[in-house]
């Protein structure tokens, strides 16, 4: 026991505890829960013994213990009113009896009780760690009614009646393990009460408690100086359970650089947050765009009859197709190149997008690691940039788009907007350079071939790189392996396939040679017709069938170069202005076969078969006699003009029965035929005679018969005027074309045709309804004028005579324009029309020039070059198929009526018509080389300017001999017509 006086004991409380005061007594009271007094048990021995206090203060005396222990701790540690107070010193150190079976008590014990058996299998408390301050211990609440733990001076206080020898054997053993436990810097006073021998059955309750209670209150007063900082195990509460928290040493050194745990996965925490932050962020964010424009641009594809490719009009080589046009197999293929679960997997692989953004980024290379949709985003929504944020907006792009649109369309999407390399947009473009086929036609290993070019599209074209086919052939094994372990190929189809090779190279189409002039013509035939406007059809993606035979228009390409431009010379200025067009139209059908613009669109640029700027010349004069015939037209006699009519033939006769003013129109060469019948002024092409039966039918008769043979109603100059048979309309060649096909088809006609089908996006646009049973003329007019159109190529003196070359039936018309400025021949077989024409045009200012001296002949007309041409093509457009004969069904007798013998006083003695003027119609297949040097001069004086019209031949002519004034009319007195008066023929 302590020696220090005992001071005065504080003033009671009313239930008989102590008044506490300071700050240990405050902190104490304040103190209501379990766990406020394990937080202060590491802050001070003040605070500690006060929660003690609090604990044990169910009854007065284990109130009194505590505050006096609470007092006596807090005195110890820091001053009260100024001066220093004295520490309680250790107990004598004394060896207390053991007593057996007697259990260590716990500070925290709610009262003494009588000892127990120690627990079975109980461990022993580890010893406590250092801490800042020794935590005193709690003690335990002593039995009501037993006297103070303490005095006011801090050292024990025995209690009323005095220590028992037991009880101070007991606490002198306990203060001087509490000491020497302290001055070691070792366990807690409770460690140190529960290693503590066990004592023998206090013989009083009460002594035991303020025995335990004094060595608490010594503990706690020399804890402070002994603990070195380190900090004790917590005592048990009151029932038992649990331990204090024990304080975690501080970091030091390179261990504070290192997170821990909680760092660690609080950081993880807040990036999965702020990553499903931004990932939603940018889904609510970012909008599927519009399409971009690389990406829906498309070229028009026109093709020919038989399906092959006639040209390409478009910057982007690409032709859209729906996904089902695609076979299976080819899909599959693609599918096992690109993307093997693109059915099953979701829109984006974010393990691959976050290698390719991170290669990206560190400069390590551009690379792609995409899905099949995240390609398709790129390709058709954004662009080719290997950019990280390029990347970010594909990726939620993708995932949008893979909610909104079904596979089938995203793959549909990607097929039309891959680059296939050779300027090849999408499979079906790709198909078509690569093997010359539509995509619908590629074999599997064919589609695996293009499959395997998405990786790299130049560095696996065999052809044009061939030191790559040993990768190429390794790429495609794969794709075709990889069909098989998908299940979606035979292994014993893989086993007999072979590297398709694919075709040459070829060049781009584009619109030189004939394809811009044939491509301008559908066209226009498109646009005017109303199946589409110009505007939409510029926006590409078409697909245009045309009506053009491959081997047709080739023939037509080569029978001008060799008859024509193989005879220019860069040396004749003149030559320089020749240029030719042409066209033909199977009568039967309609459908354009073939077409010639020019010498090649890239040079010259006007469409010489569509121009209407030319004047047609004689050329129209058989429709003229169509008219005639289908109107029942006689002549000024009453007389019914048919093949055999004889009209007078003298050049320059004023026409008969015009009120619109004097018109005498000159023949070629001022030649006088006299009485002529229609067929051999139809052979001379003799002007006065078609003249004067012009004015015969009417005008305005002729201009309908002619609309509805074939020509435009809104034909430049189709002017209702006796000039109207001459020609002077400049209907176009394409436009005479179908004029003449309509004669050949027997007077039907349902109009030309050039388009047979034209489809976007594998949606077919609606074509002009057509009738080609269409009666457009009676037959027997039409056959009436093929009857005399077949004499000027069949007769030795006709114009046309060099048409005869084709070798088969023909019948045609030779027309020159005014000043030679064109030359015409137009004819037909009973299954092919063509019209050829050959012009003259200076390229640089683009004003009409003659052809005089051209191919170093003095004169180019009808008959020369043109019938050539024609012939030179009929023959090698239908070679190989049999010659058929004109079916002809006719009123008015014999094709070629004999002509009754003028009488001397009214033909001339050198009647031209014995001899066809050479420029006209020469004898022979080549152009004649000496033409007439002078014009006829000899007119008999008798003869009169006007000659009656004659009847058949059986009949005499009902002017007789006639003579000036005759029934014919007044002649030269007659005003002029108004109209231009051209020598065409």
């Not at 004649?928 to 002078?934: E, I, L, S, V």
């Amino acid at each position: 026991m302590s020696d220090e006086p005992h001071k005065q004991e504080p003033p009671r409380s009313k239930d008989g505890g102590e008044q506490a005061s300071g700050s240990a007594s405050d902190s104490g009271s304040r103190s209501d829960t379990p766990w406020a007094s394990r937080k202060d048990s590491t802050t001070g021995g003040g605070k500690a013994v006060g929660n003690t206090r609090e604990r044990g203060g169910d009854s007065d005396g284990g109130e009194r213990s505590g505050t006096a222990g609470a007092r006596r701790g807090e005195m110890s540690e820091r001053p009260s009113g100024g001066a220093p107070k004295p520490t309680v010193p250790p107990a004598p150190t004394q060896a207390p009896k053991p007593v057996p079976n007697q259990a260590p008590r716990s500070s925290q014990a709610p009262a003494p009780k009588p000892a127990q058996a120690p627990t079975p299998n109980r461990a022993p408390a580890p010893p406590a760690k250092p801490a800042a301050a020794a935590t005193p211990p709690r003690v335990p609440k002593p039995t009501p009614g037993a006297a103070p733990a303490a005095s006011a001076a801090g050292g024990p206080v025995p209690p009323a009646g005095g220590p028992s020898a037991g009880n101070a054997s007991a606490l002198d053993a306990l203060n001087a393990a509490v000491a020497k436990n302290a001055a070691a810097g070792g366990a807690s006073p409770d460690a140190a009460t529960r290693a503590m021998p066990a004592a023998k059955p206090a013989a009083k309750p009460a002594a035991t408690a303020q025995a335990t209670t004094e060595a608490a209150s010594a503990a706690a007063a020399a804890g402070p100086a002994a603990s070195d900082g380190k900090s004790a195990k917590g005592a048990k509460d009151g029932k038992g359970k649990g331990k204090a928290k024990r304080t975690r040493p501080k970091r030091t050194g390179w261990r504070r650089l290192v997170p821990t745990w909680r760092m660690v996965l609080g950081a993880f925490l807040l990036i999965v947050l702020l990553i499903g932050g931004a990932l939603v962020t940018g889904y609510l964010l970012v909008d599927i765009p519009k399409a971009n424009a690389a990406a829906t641009a498309q070229s028009n594809v026109y093709l020919y009859s038989d399906g092959s490719v006639l040209a390409r009009q478009g910057k982007v080589n690409r032709e859209n197709i729906k996904l089902s046009q695609v076979p299976k197999n080819v899909q599959r293929a693609v599918l096992a190149a690109e993307d093997r679960d693109f059915y099953s997997e979701s829109a984006v692989n974010p393990a691959a997008m976050l290698r390719a953004a991170w290669n990206t980024a560190t400069g390590k290379g551009k690379q792609s690691g995409s899905t099949i949709t995240q390609q398709y985003v790129k390709n058709y929504y954004l662009d080719q940039d290997q950019t990280v944020t390029r990347k970010a907006r594909e990726f939620f792009i993708a995932i949008k788009l893979d909610n909104e649109v079904s596979k089938d369309d995203i793959l549909e999407g990607y097929l039309n907007t891959s680059y296939f390399g050779r300027n090849a947009y999408g499979i079906q473009a790709a198909a078509q350079e690569y093997y010359g086929k539509d995509v619908e036609k590629l074999t599997t290993a064919e589609g695996a071939y293009l499959a395997t070019l998405l990786n790299a599209p130049s560095a696996y074209d065999v052809v044009a790189h061939p030191q790559s086919k040993k990768a190429a052939t390794a790429r495609w094994a794969y794709v075709m392996d990889g069909m098989v372990k998908e299940g979606w190929l035979d292994s014993a189809e893989r086993e007999k396939a072979k590297f398709p090779t694919p075709g040459k190279l070829r060049p781009q189409s584009g619109m030189s040679g004939q394809r811009g002039y044939l491509v301008e013509a559908v066209q226009d035939y498109l646009i005017s017709s109303g199946v589409i406007d110009e505007q939409t059809l510029a926006r590409g993606g078409y697909r245009i069938t045309t009506t053009i035979d491959k081997k047709r228009q080739t023939a037509f390409v080569d029978a001008v170069q060799g008859q024509l431009l193989s005879k220019l010379s860069k040396d004749r200025k003149v030559d320089r202005y020749v240029r030719a067009g042409g066209a033909s139209i199977d009568p039967k059908t309609g459908k354009v076969v073939a077409l010639y613009g020019g010498v090649d669109y890239t040079k010259q640029f006007v469409n010489n078969a569509t121009r209407r700027d030319y004047q047609v010349g004689s050329t129209f004069k058989p429709f003229v006699f169509t008219s005639a015939s289908q109107n029942g037209s006689t002549t000024q006699d009453g007389v019914r003009i048919t093949p055999n009519t004889v009209y007078d033939g003298t050049s320059q006769r004023p026409v008969v029965g015009w009120s619109g003013g004097r018109y005498a129109p000159e023949n070629e060469d001022h030649a006088n035929y006299g009485p002529v019948t229609v067929t051999k002024a139809t052979d001379k092409s003799v002007n006065s005679v078609y003249a004067q039966m012009a004015v015969d039918v009417g005008p305005e008769k002729v201009k309908e018969t002619a609309i509805e043979l074939g020509l435009p109603e809104k034909t430049p100059d189709l002017n209702p005027y006796p000039s109207i048979a001459l020609g002077t309309a400049t209907a176009s060649v394409l436009d005479m074309t179908e004029a003449y096909a309509t004669l050949a088809n027997h007077g039907k006609s349902g109009g030309h045709i050039l388009v047979t089908k034209i489809t976007k996006d594998g949606s077919e646009l609606q074509l002009p309804d057509r009738d080609p049973s269409r009666q457009a003329v009676p037959r027997s007019a039409a056959d009436a004028t093929t009857s005399i159109l077949r004499s000027v190529v069949e007769s030795p003196g006709g114009t046309g005579y060099n048409a005869k070359a084709a070798g088969r039936p023909a019948a045609g018309k030779t027309g020159t324009a005014e000043e030679d400025k064109a030359a015409w021949f137009a004819g037909f077989t009973p299954d092919l029309a063509t019209v050829v024409a050959v012009m003259g045009q200076d390229s640089n200012t683009g004003a009409q020039k003659p052809l005089y001296g051209a191919t170093g002949l003095p004169r180019i007309n009808g008959g020369g070059y043109p019938a050539q041409i024609w012939a030179a093509y009929t023959a090698d457009a239908l070679k190989g198929k049999p010659a058929k004969e004109f079916d002809l069904e006719m009123e008015g007798g014999p094709a070629v009526p004999e002509i009754p013998p003028a009488t001397t006083t009214t033909e001339p003695t050198d009647e031209p018509s014995t001899a066809p003027p050479t420029t006209e119609a020469p004898p022979t297949t080549e152009a004649p080389t000496t033409p007439p040097t002078t014009e006829p001069t000899l007119i008999p004086p008798t003869l009169p300017t006007q000659l009656p019209t004659f009847t058949p031949p059986t009949l005499p002519p009902t002017g007789g001999t006639g003579g000036p004034g005759g029934p014919g009319g007044t002649g030269t007195e007659e005003p002029g017509d108004p109209g231009t008066d051209p020598t065409l023929f």
